[in-house]
C-alpha cells in the first residue's frame, strides 16, 4: 500500500513570496489533516478536512494561509504572503474512517520549508 | 481546552537501561491517547494506542498505562537499544477526531 505522498520535500523562499505545498493521501481515506513542525517543537495541526469539507481550521493563520481538498482526495497548503516565523516542516496525514472510532493517521514525510 | 505536556529532553540513557517519559495531558470528554515516534531521517509514526481509561498499550517493547485518575499516559521500556534512538511525542486525540501533539522528547541510546 503507497503511503502518504508530499512534494516538494524542500523549498527555500523569500518572505513576502508565496509557496504552496501538495499531498495525496492514502487512497481511501478519508481525512485529511496539514500540521505545522516548528523546529524542536511537537506538531500543530493546521486544518483537518473530512472528505472535501473542513473539520477544524481553528488554528489556520487566514490572512496568509489556505488549503482546499478538491474531490475529497489531494490536498493543497499555500502560504501568500510567507514570514519568516513560517519555516517549519509542514506535515501531511490521512486516516481511514473506522466503524471502532480509533483512526489511525498516517503520516507523509514533510515538506521542510525555510523561508529567508 | 485540550492540551499534552511531556517531559523535556533530551534523555540520554546506556543501553539496556530503564526508560520513563512522562506524558500528562487535558482533555474535554474521554480522549484516545497515543505516543508517536520519529527516528531520525523518518516520518512520524505511531508506537502504541489506548482508547479508553486502564488501557495498557503497548509495541516494541514498549507500554503506556492510560491512567484517568492522574491524567497521565507515561511511556516505560524496561531495556532500551541503541536503535530506540528518537524523538518521541505524546498525542491526545479528542472528540473532534482532532489530535494535539506534546512538543516531544529526544531520546539517545549509548552502548
Known amino acids: 500500500e503507497a503511503g502518504v505522498a508530499q512534494s516538494p520535500r524542500y523549498k527555500i523562499i523569500e518572505k513576502r513570496q508565496s509557496v504552496a505545498f501538495w499531498c495525496n493521501p492514502i487512497s481511501g481515506h478519508a481525512t485529511l489533516y496539514w500540521y505545522q513542525q516548528i523546529l524542536g517543537q511537537g506538531p500543530k495541526l493546521l486544518i483537518q478536512?473530512?472528505?472535501?469539507?473542513?473539520?477544524?481550521d481553528s488554528q489556520l493563520p487566514k490572512d496568509r494561509f489556505s488549503a482546499e481538498r478538491l474531490k475529497g482526495v489531494d490536498s493543497t497548503l499555500k502560504i501568500q504572503p510567507a514570514k519568516l516565523e513560517d519555516s517549519a516542516v509542514y506535515l501531511c496525514?490521512?486516516?481511514?474512517?473506522?466503524?471502532?472510532?480509533?483512526?489511525?493517521?498516517?503520516f507523509g514525510p514533510g515538506t521542510r520549508l525555510t523561508v529567508t | 481546552g485540550n492540551s499534552v505536556t511531556q517531559m523535556e529532553g533530551p534523555v540520554t540513557l546506556s543501553e539496556e537501561a530503564f526508560l520513563t517519559i512522562n506524558c500528562t495531558y487535558t482533555a474535554t470528554g474521554y480522549p484516545s491517547l497515543f505516543w508517536y515516534v520519529q527516528y531520525p531521517g523518518e516520518g512520524l509514526q505511531l508506537l502504541l494506542k489506548?482508547?479508553?481509561?486502564?488501557d495498557k498499550g503497548s509495541n516494541k517493547g514498549f507500554e503506556a498505562t492510560y491512567r484517568k485518575e492522574t491524567t497521565s499516559f507515561h511511556l516505560e521500556k524496561g531495556s532500551v537499544q541503541v536503535s530506540d534512538s528518537a524523538v518521541y511525542f505524546c498525542?491526545?486525540?479528542?472528540?473532534?477526531?482532532?489530535?494535539?501533539f506534546g512538543t516531544g522528547t529526544s531520546l539517545t541510546v549509548i552502548p
Open positions: 498525542a491526545l486525540r479528542g472528540t473532534g477526531n482532532q489530535f494535539y
Open positions: 496525514a490521512s486516516s481511514l474512517e473506522g466503524l471502532a472510532g480509533f483512526y489511525e493517521q498516517y
Open positions: 478536512f473530512q472528505n472535501n469539507g473542513v473539520v477544524d
Open positions: 489506548a482508547t479508553k481509561a486502564d
